[in-house]
Structures are given as structure tokens and as C-alpha cells.
């Protein structure tokens, strides 16, 4: 009876791991490719379905015009994609801590400025300012201030799985923009 006991519990040890390390690797690239194509997946509650079909159209759009943007300057996707590996969970929140102190946003250009302090990178970032400023008004900056503050909270998604899904995104839809200039 001991020896069940114990080889049930084993055996529900490693589903519980093995389950957790799968949905740790293949999660993040679900939500991307929920996000990137037309239909939500069949698996997902209606609920988690509404709420990505509201948003996904947003997020493509801001990706969109990312890519569109760093190609305008000058950037590649590779300088981008290697600036967001450099980015961690303890800068993320001492940025957030600082902007959280400011009390109110005046202008896109302190949370430019605010951003470079945080996340330095090897090029020039400055050809970016102007974009920025014309994408995000104080209004959407105060929203995008407030969910990093609930995701932070909540930990809806982990760090590193919330990079991994940006930079898949922001990787097909360079794609995209590559299909684009060269339609054969």
C-alpha cells in the first residue's frame, strides 16, 4: 500500500513539472500566435477570447508601426531584439518605481528621456523621439503606466515569457514588412 502511495506521488510530481515546464516553453508563443492571426484559438475561454480579439488589433498596430519606425532610423531588428534581452525585471520596476514617483506625466519626452536612463543601448535611440512623441500622448502613456503596475501586481504573465512573446511578435511582423517590400 506504501509503494502505491508513493508511486502515485511520484508519478503526480513529474506531470505536475513536466506540465509546467511545457507551458513555460510553448505558452509565450501561443499568446503570440494568438495575437498575430485572424482567429483566437478554439481552446481559449470566451471570456480570454473577447478580450484578446479587443486587443489584438491595438497590439498589431503598435508592432506595426515599431518596425516601421526603427527601419525610418535606421535600426535594425537585431539592435532592438538584443536591447530587449538586456532589459530585466529590476530595471523594468526601478523605471516604473521612478515614473510611478513623478506623480503626473507631462510630456512623452520625460518618459523618452526616463527610458534611455533605464535601458541604455549601443545606438542612437534619438531618431525614435519624434515617433514617439506623435504615438504616445499622456493619455495612452498614463494607461500603458497603469497595466505595466497591474501586470506587475498580478503577475499575469512572467518576465521573461512577456519578452518572449513581444519579441516574437515584433519578429513576425518584421517579417511582414520585409514581404511587403519585396512582393514575389
Given amino acids: 500500500m506504501t509503494k502505491k502511495v508513493i508511486i502515485v506521488a511520484f508519478l503526480s510530481m513529474t506531470t505536475l513539472v513536466v506540465g509546467y515546464k511545457l507551458y513555460k ?13 485572424e482567429e483566437e484559438p478554439i481552446f481559449l475561454p470566451p471570456k480570454i477570447k473577447k478580450k484578446l480579439k479587443e486587443k489584438k488589433v491595438h497590439y498589431n498596430k503598435i508592432s506595426k508601426d515599431v518596425i516601421q519606425d526603427i527601419h525610418k532610423s535606421n535600426i535594425t531588428l537585431d539592435q532592438v531584439l538584443k536591447a530587449l534581452d538586456e532589459v530585466t525585471e529590476e530595471k ?22 526616463l527610458t534611455k536612463k533605464y535601458f541604455p543601448v549601443d545606438f542612437d535611440v534619438e531618431p525614435l523621439r519624434k515617433p514617439f512623441e506623435e504615438k504616445a500622448d499622456i493619455v495612452l502613456l498614463q ?16 518576465f521573461q515569457s512577456a519578452k518572449i512573446v513581444i519579441k516574437r511578435i515584433l519578429i513576425e511582423k518584421e517579417k511582414e514588412f520585409i514581404q511587403n517590400l519585396n512582393p514575389e
Fill in 92 to 113: 523594468v520596476y526601478l523605471f516604473l518605481d521612478e515614473v510611478n514617483g513623478l506623480g503626473e506625466i507631462k510630456s512623452s519626452d520625460q518618459i523618452f528621456d
Fill in 143 to 158: 494607461k500603458v503606466i497603469k497595466k505595466a503596475n497591474e501586470y506587475r501586481d498580478n503577475e499575469l504573465i512572467d
Fill in 25 to 37: 516553453q510553448y505558452a509565450p508563443f501561443v499568446i503570440a500566435n494568438a495575437i498575430l492571426k
